[in-house]
Structures are given as structure tokens and as C-alpha cells.
């Protein structure tokens, strides 16, 4: 069964962002949209078998880690600088 839940709002630069988790019952997946559409390339994800070994062995659950780190993604602009990265070597490769 597929659960899908919003963790975290944010706004930047004048847009609104939502982080969701979706998950099932082996994986955790943390994904950014805007508008209702994924708002970059990247998403973030853990097997629940890892999930749950960190849980009990550390005390520690690294969903809150990964909804940080695709909040950041969006902050720095990771894949807007990885979209003109490949224009510039397709750029390159045409010459």
C-alpha cells in the first residue's frame, strides 16, 4: 500500500514548495513539488530494511535528514546547475 504524506512547506524565492514522503512497503521515497509537479529531477530515498536498522540500532531516523536535504537542493539550486551544465557540454560537443 502506498502512503504518501506532506512532511514540509517552505517558500523561496517567491515560489511554494512542498516536501512529500511517499512510501511503501519497502521503500521511503522524499520528494519536492511545486504546483503540484516535481519540482527537480532529483529525489532522495532509503529501503525501509536500512530505515528500520537505523531506527533500532541508533536510535536515529534519517527521514528528517533527507527531507533537509532535498530542501537544500532546492535552496542552492543543485539541478538548475546540473541542467546548465549538460547544455553547456551538449553546447561543446556540437562545435
Known sequence: MLDVSLEKS?????????????????????QAFINGQFASGHSCSIHMGARLKFKAQMGYDPLS?????????????????????????????AK
Open 10 to 30: 517552505f517558500t523561496f524565492e517567491g515560489k511554494d514548495y512542498e516536501i512529500y514522503r511517499i512510501q511503501d512497503d519497502d521503500m521511503t521515497i522524499v
Open 65 to 93: 535528514d533527507l527531507i533537509a536535504f532535498v530542501e537544500e537542493d532546492i535552496r542552492s539550486k543543485t539541478w538548475e546547475k546540473y541542467l546548465d551544465a549538460v547544455k553547456r557540454l551538449r553546447a561543446d560537443r
